[in-house]
């Protein structure tokens, strides 16, 4: 796609991965500042912003495969009025998606990535191999090991390789098993070392951290990942587990940390109840993702809508939603923005009140995600299965700390409120909020090492209490229009009033 004006000329050029940019300007430096947006047709989603250059040769962008469009905008300095705005045709793109089915294939692995490392492939390329180690991709054990020695063999015929390198790296210590990290150790820290001119700080950081924890030196790990607390803003969504990562109890479990004023409406409901469903959010989820719940529960579970709200805001009227609907009950609390990150505090709060939760309704609870797609699962039959001193995790077989225990449905058994795994856990969450250890994944990789504290005898238990793995008939997925609802969310927190 070329186009070109008495203003500037650009081309888009498809390759594997996404398009390439090239950019010529005619007017001068001082005058303009210019913006390309791509932007998905169907979501509307500013994907890429590029400021003003004088020329710009073959630009990189990767993307997913999509119909996308490509606008620019160009303005003086110091103006809001543009003079000029230009909107290109949809262009179809292809990438690496386009080569999933092979590269997932252990016959052709090696293939498809000799083919493409020359793309400079990157951490949106990773995405797709992170999903098989997330569990979102069905990939066969000989795919992890072929992936990591074609990685592995790229690099020793190039050690000082600069296109793709982090993404090879990121394949091997993120995909690959002890046994191998253990019978390459020399020779990947060599990589690392050779990696610290090419690759950033952070990258390295946690590659090695990865490695040391899968060998088990686990102080050495945890010592590692402390070191990516300075870098929190620039983590990618796959390194974000890793800030939390804690060895064991000792730099949390003496320490006292302010209880949060939880507010309840409280009601009482005639109905006999079999179940809870506990659901921490914030407020535009909570009104996006209401009507939806509301559908999938019946008369036989209590559902605990949890909210989490600017502690500026108005105070909302929410007692009128929970005198519509017996079975509906809220609590809120408020936070200061300065609490950190506050978008992972909105599913690490159903935690910390849980065992309340608990002590209040006597009933086995469910803690689950807001965006599932409940209408999949039998809750009465998960409710009633469980014991009443029993853990059911959603325990994964995965040697990530982050990837050990799924976060978004577990059950818990109608008598452990009291349960010391909550002491322990909640501390744990805790301090990780109040020393900047609360990247996203935050309350999965607690629960993982809470479930490694737990078979390990840090954790103090009653003779009856128990975990086990969560037996569920089908898959738990999230809802299908997830897009949908996140602008219903966007346009709620709209609606809010402050002060």
């Given at each position: 796609?070329d186009?070109?004006?008495?203003?500037?000329?650009?081309?888009?050029?498809?390759?594997?991965?996404?398009?390439?940019?090239?950019?010529?300007?005619?007017?001068?430096?001082?005058?303009?500042?210019?913006?390309?947006?791509?932007?998905?047709?169907?979501?509307?989603?500013?994907?890429?912003?590029?400021?003003?250059?004088?020329?710009?040769?073959?630009?990189?962008?990767?993307?997913?495969?999509?119909?996308?469009?490509?606008?620019?905008?160009?303005?003086?300095?110091?103006e809001?009025?543009y003079?000029?705005?230009?909107?290109?045709?949809?262009?179809?793109?292809?990438?690496?998606?386009?080569?999933?089915?092979?590269?997932?294939?252990?016959?052709?692995?090696?293939?498809?990535?000799?083919?493409?490392?020359?793309?400079?492939?990157n951490?949106?390329?990773?995405?797709?191999?992170?999903?098989?180690?997330?569990?979102s991709?069905?990939?066969?054990?000989?795919?992890?090991?072929?992936?990591?020695?074609?990685?592995?063999n790229?690099?020793?015929?190039?050690?000082?390789?600069d296109?793709?390198?982090?993404?090879?790296l990121?394949?091997?210590?993120?995909?690959?098993?002890?046994?191998?990290?253990?019978?390459?150790?020399?020779?990947?820290?060599?990589f690392?070392?050779?990696?610290?001119?090419?690759?950033?700080?952070?990258?390295?950081?946690?590659?090695?951290?990865?490695?040391?924890?899968?060998?088990?030196?686990?102080?050495?790990?945890?010592?590692?990942?402390?070191?990516?607390?300075?870098?929190?803003?620039?983590?990618?969504?796959?390194?974000?587990?890793?800030?939390?990562?804690?060895?064991?109890?000792?730099?949390?479990?003496?320490?006292?940390?302010?209880?949060?004023?939880?507010?309840y409406?409280y009601?009482?409901t005639?109905?006999?109840?079999?179940?809870?469903?506990?659901i921490?959010?914030?407020?535009?989820?909570?009104?996006?993702?209401l009507?939806s719940?509301?559908?999938?529960?019946?008369?036989?579970?209590?559902?605990?809508?949890?909210?989490?709200?600017?502690?500026?805001?108005?105070?909302?009227?929410?007692?009128?939603?929970?005198?519509?609907?017996?079975?509906?009950?809220?609590?809120?609390?408020?936070?200061?923005?300065?609490?950190?990150?506050?978008?992972?505090?909105?599913?690490?709060?159903?935690?910390?009140?849980?065992p309340?939760i608990?002590?209040?309704?006597?009933?086995?609870?469910?803690?689950?995600?807001?965006?599932?797609?409940?209408?999949?699962?039998?809750?009465?039959?998960?409710?009633?299965?469980?014991?009443?001193?029993?853990?059911?995790?959603?325990?994964?077989?995965?040697?990530?700390?982050?990837?050990?225990?799924?976060?978004?449905?577990?059950?818990?058994?109608?008598?452990?409120?009291?349960?010391?795994?909550?002491n322990?856990?909640?501390?744990?969450?805790?301090?990780?909020?109040?020393?900047?250890?609360?990247?996203?994944?935050?309350?999965?990789t607690?629960?993982?090492?809470?479930?490694?504290?737990?078979?390990?005898?840090?954790?103090?238990?009653?003779?009856?209490?128990?975990?086990?793995?969560?037996?569920?008939?089908?898959?738990?997925?999230?809802?299908?229009?997830?897009?949908?609802?996140?602008?219903?969310?966007?346009?709620?927190?709209?609606?809010?009033n402050?002060?």
């Open positions: 796609m186009f070109k004006n008495e203003y500037f000329s650009y081309s888009v050029k498809i390759f594997d991965l996404g398009v390439k940019l090239s950019y010529t300007s005619n007017l001068e430096d001082h005058e303009v500042a210019t913006y390309l947006f791509i932007v998905k047709n169907n979501e509307n989603i500013l994907l890429e912003k590029i400021w003003y250059q004088k020329n710009i040769q073959d630009k990189e962008i990767s993307l997913e495969s999509g119909k996308y469009f490509f606008v620019f905008y160009i303005r003086k300095k110091g809001k009025k003079l000029l705005s230009r909107k290109s045709e949809f262009i179809n793109v292809k990438l690496l998606s386009s080569f999933i089915k092979y590269f997932f294939n252990p016959k052709t692995t090696d293939k498809v990535l000799r083919r493409l490392v020359d793309q400079n492939l951490d949106i390329d990773f995405g797709h191999v992170r999903s098989a180690k997330h569990g991709v069905k990939v066969s054990e000989d795919f992890y090991s072929t992936l990591c020695q074609s990685c592995l790229i690099l020793s015929e190039n050690p000082r390789i296109r793709s390198r982090s993404f090879l990121n394949c091997i210590f993120y995909m690959a098993d002890s046994s191998f990290l253990s019978g390459n150790k020399y020779k990947l820290i060599l690392l070392i050779n990696s610290a001119s090419i690759s950033s700080e952070k990258d390295i950081l946690f590659w090695y951290g990865l490695m040391m924890y899968k060998m088990e030196e686990y102080s050495v790990a945890e010592q590692t990942f402390e070191k990516l607390v300075s870098f929190k803003e620039q983590l990618s969504y796959h390194q974000t587990g890793s800030l939390s990562y804690l060895s064991d109890t000792k730099n949390f479990l003496d320490k006292d940390f302010n209880d949060v004023k939880i507010n409406i009601k009482k005639s109905k006999k109840t079999q179940g809870c469903i506990l921490s959010c914030d407020f535009g989820y909570f009104s996006a993702y009507k719940i509301l559908h999938a529960f019946d008369e036989r579970l209590i559902v605990h809508l949890h909210l989490i709200l600017p502690d500026n805001v108005e105070e909302l009227n929410l007692s009128k939603i929970s005198e519509k609907y017996e079975n509906i009950f809220v609590s809120y609390e408020f936070v200061e923005k300065t609490i950190g990150n506050v978008r992972t505090y909105y599913s690490v709060s159903r935690y910390l009140i849980l309340e608990l002590n209040r309704y006597k009933l086995p609870t469910i803690v689950a995600d807001a965006d599932l797609d409940f209408l999949n699962i039998d809750l009465i039959s998960v409710v009633t299965s469980v014991g009443d001193n029993e853990f059911a995790l959603n325990i994964k077989d995965n040697d990530l700390p982050w990837l050990k225990v799924t976060a978004g449905f577990n059950v818990f058994g109608k008598n452990t409120g009291d349960a010391d795994f909550f322990v856990m909640i501390k744990y969450i805790r301090f990780c909020l109040e020393t900047g250890k609360d990247g996203w994944m935050l309350d999965q607690v629960l993982g090492q809470c479930l490694y504290f737990y078979s390990i005898g840090l954790i103090k238990t009653s003779s009856d209490f128990e975990i086990n793995r969560l037996q569920l008939e089908k898959t738990v997925r999230q809802v299908t229009n997830r897009a949908k609802k996140r602008v219903e969310a966007k346009q709620a927190l709209l609606t809010l402050y002060h």
